[in-house]
């Protein structure tokens, strides 16, 4: 039988391509199952003055994989991908 402790899924001091990946996040986190992967899902926000109801920045997705015992951080991802200027 699988063993369903309790684990923690967002990694601490995560950084992805150079960048701090909790840059703009605020508000609240969903949780989904994709192609069977956890993933996280946090709106990004484009500035400090946007509402929890209109973030512009689209959404950062954690990407979590099960290695047989915990999640591991496999991707962290921009939905859309940021313009690159």
Known sequence: MANLSTCQLSP?????KGRDVYDRLRGHMSLAVKDGKLVEVYPVY?????CEACSSGGQRQFIFQ????RFVLENVVDVPEPSVH
């Open 46 to 50: 484009s500035n400090e003055k946007e």
């Open 12 to 16: 601490t001091k995560a950084r992805s």
């Open 66 to 69: 099960w290695d047989g015992s």
